[in-house]
């Protein structure tokens, strides 16, 4: 009879988790033993960094990516990443080594209660009750990572179940999409045909569910204004669409300030709606009626108006434009273009931005965690096509640079940008390392204001003062940082450099750091 290691091994090939993202400890030894030539390690120097490099994977790919850490420290290190994972609805089958079994019930060193420490902001936590039984565990963590919403799962695995034997898995399918009930989206359809002035709020559960498509076409049968939802985990509408008209703020009275003077608003594979500063006030102006498309059933539970339709986000599309007639109405004007921004010295954040966006290939993709300035960046590098935009969709610091090599992994055809704070790039910089190690040219771009420009703004709107501690940053020499990692680096402090520099790492075929030492101006949070 073969070992659980080996009905593993067959499982995972079916499934198509042949890539392991980890950082291995005693505890995991015993799985990655004789590790076949066609499974694929990727090694991250702190588990931070390994569940966001699978992240990214996870999402660039579209398919639930392998995890594997040591057990409860390296469990607790990965937290904040798995809380990410989570907010990014990024299918992960997680894994620890857990204890050897005939000496649990003596709490050995590094055995732990790893059940319980994953499962608030998993899907699923397990440990199987016996050895065999671990193959079936993993299979079924595969499919509920996968299930809409998707998001992480994980399993405890003590290190001594590998050699056990086990029953071979009887190959199976299982649906991962839910239709919406057709009544509630002809409801839906009647109130969008009724309105005389609809907008359209677009969020990343269109690009989770492959709807793209058929949210441009809903856009533009319903002739109607699109929004980007506040603070999107993925884009969900091109950016250079003539309807676009750019980001939500994440306050509630601005929120509802913007979408004024539409009778119905149509939002998207978002939440109703993700805020962040509190400003009181309406959801939305009165009499504006509110149609809620989402794949996530807590989602809908906590929205905080209007009518809300569960299931897929690309079914529930394809249904309205079914339902929803040719509208014989103006379209809107389009925005009009982003100025052409000044070239001076500091270094304005539109103008790096600008200088990026103009050398940046056609389908790159783009991940962005310099939280101060997205309002800026956001005006000049606009996404034109799906799976190319990730943001941390939990707030938390630390996804952009892991992710980045995570996408650059998935798509090695497409080239990977990384536009980042200062702070930020110091919460997981050992994806540097990784990055170098399995030849991910990933472009860093780290906008180095020496400070935490983004907490200043908001002391000022909560106007705490200016006396709060720790908000600057200086003496922090990030060059060197990437290239004791094993990244070539380079520093632009005026116009002239920056041109260079930019040329120089976007032509390079290893990961590559530009420093850029942008104005200390502290852009309004709303």
């Not at 050699?163 to 991962?176: F, I, Q, T």
């Not at 005389?196 to 990343?204: D, I, Q, T």
């Not at 007639?325 to 982003?338: A, C, G, H, T, Y």
């Not at 771009?445 to 200016?466: D, H, M, P, R, W």
Request: charged share 20%; glycine share 8%.
């Amino acid at each position: 009879m073969p070992t659980v290691r080996e009905v593993t091994v067959e499982l995972l090939r079916e499934l198509g988790m042949t890539t392991i993202f980890g950082n291995p400890g005693s505890t995991e030894l015993p799985m990655l033993k004789e590790l076949p030539g066609d499974f694929r390690y990727v090694m991250g120097l702190h588990e931070g960094a390994v569940v966001g490099m699978a992240d990214g994977y996870a999402q660039g790919t579209r398919q639930a990516a392998l995890v594997n850490l040591h057990t409860s420290a390296g469990l607790g290190n990965a937290m904040g990443a798995i809380v990410t994972a989570c907010h990014n609805r990024a299918p992960l089958v997680v894994t620890a080594g857990q204890q050897d079994r005939r000496h649990l019930a003596l709490e050995p060193m590094l055995s732990g209660r790893l059940v319980e420490l994953a499962r608030p902001y998993v899907k699923w936590s397990n440990e199987p009750a016996r050895a065999q039984d671990v193959p079936r565990t993993l299979s079924r963590a595969y499919h509920t990572a996968m299930q809409h919403p998707r998001g992480p799962v994980f399993v405890s695995i003590p290190m001594d179940d590998w050699d056990k034997e086990a029953s071979p898995l009887e190959s199976r399918a299982v649906s991962h999409r839910t239709a919406p009930d057709p009544e509630s989206l002809e409801a839906a359809a009647r109130t969008l045909r009724e309105s005389r002035n609809p907008a359209m709020v677009a969020g990343g559960g269109v690009d989770r569910c492959g709807a793209w498509k058929e949210a441009v076409l809903l856009a533009e049968r319903l002739r109607a204004p699109v929004w980007a939802a506040p603070v999107w985990p993925q884009a969900g509408f091109p950016q250079t669409h003539p309807l676009f008209r750019g980001h939500l703020p994440p306050a509630q009275a601005a929120i509802a300030q913007r979408l004024s003077g539409h009778d119905a608003v149509l939002v998207l594979g978002a939440p109703v709606f993700l805020y962040y500063p509190y400003v009181p006030g309406p959801v939305l102006e009165p009499g504006t009626a509110l149609v809620h498309i989402t794949e996530d059933p807590q989602e809908a539970a906590y929205a905080a108006a209007g009518t809300s339709v569960v299931g897929d986000v690309a079914l529930a599309a394809r249904g309205l434009l079914e339902l929803l007639p040719e509208i014989d109405r103006e379209l809107p004007d389009p925005s009009p273009e982003p100025p052409v921004p000044e070239a001076r010295t500091p270094l304005p954040v539109d103008y790096v931005a600008c200088e990026l966006a103009r050398r940046m290939p056609e389908d790159a993709i783009l991940t962005d965690e310099a939280s101060s300035h997205m309002g800026i960046t956001g005006r000049y590098l606009r996404t034109s096509r799906p799976g190319s935009y990730y943001v941390t969709g939990s707030g938390g610091l630390g996804f952009a640079m892991p992710a980045a090599v995570g996408l650059q992994l998935a798509s090695p055809e497409r080239r990977v940008v990384c536009v980042v704070g200062d702070g930020a790039s110091l919460y997981a910089p050992q994806a540097l390392w990784s990055a170098a190690r399995y030849g991910a040219p990933v472009l860093f771009v780290v906008l180095n204001n020496g400070q935490y420009a983004i907490l200043k703004a908001f002391s000022e709107f909560i106007e705490t003062g200016k006396n709060i501690p720790s908000l600057d940053l200086p003496h922090l020499d990030i060059p060197r940082i990437a290239e004791g990692f094993g990244c070539g680096a380079g520093t632009a402090e005026r116009p002239e450099e920056l041109g260079t520099e930019l040329d120089r790492a976007l032509s390079s075929d290893r990961p590559y750091l530009l420093n850029v030492m942008v104005d200390r101006r502290v852009e309004p949070l709303v």
